[in-house]
Protein backbone atom coordinates (compact mmCIF):
# COMPACT_ATOMS: atom_id res chain seq x y z
CA UNK A 1 0.00 0.00 0.00
CA UNK A 2 0.95 3.47 -0.75
CA UNK A 3 -0.24 6.34 1.07
CA UNK A 4 -0.26 10.35 1.72
CA UNK A 5 2.80 11.03 3.75
CA UNK A 6 0.18 12.50 6.26
CA UNK A 7 -1.18 8.87 7.38
CA UNK A 8 0.51 6.94 10.04
CA UNK A 9 0.53 3.13 8.82
CA UNK A 10 -0.67 0.78 11.29
CA UNK A 11 0.30 -2.91 11.22
CA UNK A 12 -1.17 -5.97 12.80
CA UNK A 13 -1.76 -9.60 12.09
CA UNK A 14 -4.75 -11.07 9.89
CA UNK A 15 -5.29 -13.72 13.25
CA UNK A 16 -8.55 -13.32 15.75
CA UNK A 17 -8.72 -11.59 18.89
CA UNK A 18 -9.04 -15.58 21.09
CA UNK A 19 -8.28 -13.51 24.20
CA UNK A 20 -11.39 -11.38 23.49
CA UNK A 21 -13.95 -13.95 22.36
CA UNK A 22 -12.67 -17.13 23.85
CA UNK A 23 -10.79 -16.05 26.60
CA UNK A 24 -7.71 -18.30 24.99
CA UNK A 25 -4.13 -17.09 24.49
CA UNK A 26 -3.65 -15.26 21.04
CA UNK A 27 -1.39 -16.51 18.34
CA UNK A 28 -0.07 -13.39 17.85
CA UNK A 29 0.31 -9.83 19.75
CA UNK A 30 -1.50 -8.04 17.57
CA UNK A 31 -4.50 -9.74 16.53
CA UNK A 32 -6.48 -8.42 13.51
CA UNK A 33 -8.96 -6.09 15.60
CA UNK A 34 -5.68 -3.84 16.56
CA UNK A 35 -6.13 -1.49 14.67
CA UNK A 36 -9.76 -0.55 15.54
CA UNK A 37 -8.39 -0.38 19.00
CA UNK A 38 -5.60 1.87 17.89
CA UNK A 39 -8.06 4.12 16.34
CA UNK A 40 -11.55 3.92 18.16
CA UNK A 41 -10.34 2.97 21.41
CA UNK A 42 -6.74 5.24 21.24
CA UNK A 43 -4.72 1.77 22.31
CA UNK A 44 -1.25 2.53 20.54
CA UNK A 45 -0.13 -0.44 22.12
CA UNK A 46 -2.36 -2.41 19.75
CA UNK A 47 -0.88 -2.25 16.64
CA UNK A 48 2.53 -3.75 16.31
CA UNK A 49 5.23 -0.28 16.63
CA UNK A 50 7.96 -2.49 14.08
CA UNK A 51 5.89 -2.23 11.35
CA UNK A 52 5.74 -5.47 9.96
CA UNK A 53 2.00 -7.42 9.78
CA UNK A 54 0.03 -9.29 7.65
CA UNK A 55 -2.81 -6.24 7.80
CA UNK A 56 -1.76 -2.72 7.82
CA UNK A 57 -4.14 0.56 7.57
CA UNK A 58 -3.30 3.98 6.26
CA UNK A 59 -4.63 6.39 9.48
CA UNK A 60 -5.55 9.76 8.76
CA UNK A 61 -6.40 12.80 10.33
CA UNK A 62 -7.41 15.23 8.44
CA UNK A 63 -8.07 18.68 10.34
CA UNK A 64 -11.21 19.99 7.93
CA UNK A 65 -12.73 23.42 8.76
CA UNK A 66 -16.40 23.82 7.57
CA UNK A 67 -17.23 24.64 4.17
CA UNK A 68 -13.76 23.27 3.18
CA UNK A 69 -12.76 19.50 1.59
CA UNK A 70 -9.46 17.44 2.18
CA UNK A 71 -8.32 14.44 -0.52
CA UNK A 72 -6.91 11.13 0.77
CA UNK A 73 -4.56 9.32 -1.62
CA UNK A 74 -3.66 5.74 -1.37
CA UNK A 75 -2.88 2.85 -3.51
CA UNK A 76 -3.33 -0.83 -3.08
CA UNK A 77 -0.04 -2.23 -4.50
CA UNK A 78 1.96 -5.68 -4.68
CA UNK A 79 4.63 -6.48 -2.52
CA UNK A 80 7.85 -5.22 -3.80
CA UNK A 81 11.27 -6.61 -5.45
CA UNK A 82 12.33 -8.16 -1.52
CA UNK A 83 9.30 -9.92 -2.07
CA UNK A 84 8.33 -7.91 1.23
CA UNK A 85 5.09 -5.88 1.38
CA UNK A 86 5.44 -2.39 -0.29
CA UNK A 87 3.62 -0.30 2.40
CA UNK A 88 5.34 2.86 1.55
CA UNK A 89 4.73 6.44 1.17
CA UNK A 90 6.35 7.96 -2.32
CA UNK A 91 6.16 8.58 -5.81
CA UNK A 92 3.21 6.23 -6.82
CA UNK A 93 1.09 8.73 -5.71
CA UNK A 94 2.53 11.87 -7.92
CA UNK A 95 1.43 12.54 -11.92
CA UNK A 96 0.92 8.90 -12.81
CA UNK A 97 -1.73 8.52 -9.81
CA UNK A 98 -4.13 11.77 -10.76
CA UNK A 99 -4.28 10.16 -14.09
CA UNK A 100 -4.77 6.81 -13.68
CA UNK A 101 -7.82 8.23 -11.26
CA UNK A 102 -8.69 10.25 -14.09
CA UNK A 103 -9.20 7.29 -16.50
CA UNK A 104 -10.87 5.17 -13.89
CA UNK A 105 -13.59 8.07 -13.57
CA UNK A 106 -14.04 8.64 -17.12
CA UNK A 107 -14.59 5.07 -17.50
CA UNK A 108 -16.71 4.95 -14.80
CA UNK A 109 -18.78 7.67 -16.26
CA UNK A 110 -19.22 6.71 -19.55
CA UNK A 111 -20.80 2.77 -18.64
CA UNK A 112 -22.59 4.09 -16.00
CA UNK A 113 -24.39 6.85 -19.04
CA UNK A 114 -25.31 3.67 -20.30
CA UNK A 115 -27.32 2.20 -17.36
CA UNK A 116 -28.48 5.82 -15.48
CA UNK A 117 -31.57 7.17 -17.11
CA UNK A 118 -30.75 10.78 -18.59
CA UNK A 119 -33.57 12.20 -16.56
CA UNK A 120 -31.74 12.28 -13.17
CA UNK A 121 -30.29 14.87 -11.77
CA UNK A 122 -25.98 14.48 -11.73
CA UNK A 123 -24.44 13.33 -8.94
CA UNK A 124 -22.23 15.38 -7.11
CA UNK A 125 -18.08 15.48 -7.65
CA UNK A 126 -15.66 14.94 -5.02
Request: aromatic share 6%; charged share 20%.
Amino acid sequence: MRADASAELLFCENETNNQRLFGAPNASLYPKDGINDFVVGGVREAVNAERAGTKVAAHHVPDVASGESASIRMRLTGPDATGKGSSQRGAPLGAGFDRVLGARRNEADQFYATIVPPALPPMPRW
